[in-house]
């Protein structure tokens, strides 16, 4: 089974490509929902948490409170490392869950969607890396005109990400997503079936 990563910083038009592969048939392993998986009320990461940081992080219906979680690890680089350090093991297990799974039903590819792959460092993990990337201006210009972002707001959250020129670099593909959104699917089309051909040979 051919493992592809999938990732772009914010408002490169990832989850556009990812749709796309969705219509084509690809099964899609979304990391924000296994990130969501993991801290569920009663799941044993949750109790980590709660131990860790205290019931200030814990909502009126037991789940978790994101808001004030975020509170803590953006002040506090610690802290946010603790966090990770309890998250990140048991989002990869649930990963490692999902392709058994999809391998078994035998699926030829499974399509990891993860945003942060490079910022987590798992990029050699995957067969193939593919990277959607859009020139800054118009990702700034995406946020503040499709997102009603505030243009500073969205200036910051472009820096606060990895520069996508790195990324660049360590990709096996990439994207380029500069135009229509027609032509962003007809890029993503050309690209799933060279993920086919490689999965086929």
Do not use: C, Y
């Not at 969705?22 to 948490?49: F, H, K, M, Q, T």
């Not at 990770?84 to 490692?96: D, Y």
């Amino acid at each position: 089974m051919l493992r592809v990563a999938l990732t772009g910083n914010i408002a490169s038009g990832k989850s556009s490509v990812a749709r796309v592969w969705e219509r084509l048939g690809a099964p899609i392993i979304d990391a924000d929902a296994l990130a969501r998986r993991a801290v569920e009320p009663g799941s044993p990461a949750l109790e980590r948490i709660a131990r860790e940081f205290g019931p200030q992080v814990l909502g009126p219906g037991g789940g978790l409170n994101r808001e004030a979680m975020r509170e803590i690890v953006f002040r506090d680089e610690a802290a946010r490392r603790r966090l990770e350090g309890i998250v990140h093991p048991e989002v990869a297990r649930l990963r490692a869950e999902e392709e058994r799974r999809l391998e078994r039903e035998g699926a030829r590819i499974v399509v990891n969607d993860i945003p942060l792959l490079f910022e987590v460092g798992l990029e050699d993990e995957f067969d193939v890396v593919v990277l959607v990337d859009a020139p800054e201006a118009v990702r700034l210009d995406r946020l503040v005109r499709d997102r009603g972002l505030d243009p500073e707001e969205a200036q910051r959250m472009i820096v606060a990400q990895m520069p996508a020129e790195s990324k660049r670099r360590r990709a096996d593909i990439v994207i380029e997503n500069v135009g229509t959104l027609e032509e962003l699917e007809a890029s993503a089309e050309r690209v799933w079936r060279e993920l086919e051909r490689r999965a086929s040979e």
